[in-house]
């Protein structure tokens, strides 16, 4: 019987379009589509590159929901 598969993912999928890595995990998008077919040997080398990836991706600000807008107005309004 074979090991399973481990993978990074944490469910945070969406591609830096400066870098090409996964904000959530740090893989590219070739590297997600092929993780099952990659030996364990390729998974370990990709693994091993992550968090030096992850700390060259410059995260954005969170994108400021209009609820969020909303209350502020509010907020300045009323001060």
Same mark, same amino acid.
Do not use: H, N
């Given at each position: 019987?074979?090991? /399973?598969?481990?993978? /990074?993912?944490?469910? *945070?999928?969406?591609?830096?379009?400066?870098?090409?890595?996964?904000?959530?995990?740090?893989?590219?998008?070739?590297?997600? #589509? !092929?993780?099952?077919?990659?030996? /364990?040997?390729? %998974? @370990? #080398? *990709?693994?091993?590159?992550?968090?030096? %990836?992850?700390?060259?991706?410059?995260?954005? /600000? %969170?994108?400021?929901?209009?609820?969020? @807008?909303?209350?502020?107005?509010? !907020? %300045?309004?009323?001060?």
């Amino acid at each position: 019987m074979s090991e /399973p598969i481990q993978s /990074p993912c944490i469910l *945070v999928c969406s591609i830096d379009t400066e870098t090409g890595y996964c904000f959530g995990c740090g893989r590219t998008g070739e590297e997600i #589509a !092929a993780w099952t077919q990659l030996t /364990p040997e390729q %998974r @370990r #080398a *990709v693994m091993d590159a992550l968090a030096g %990836r992850l700390a060259t991706i410059t995260r954005k /600000p %969170r994108r400021q929901t209009r609820r969020r @807008r909303i209350a502020e107005g509010r !907020a %300045r309004d009323s001060g």
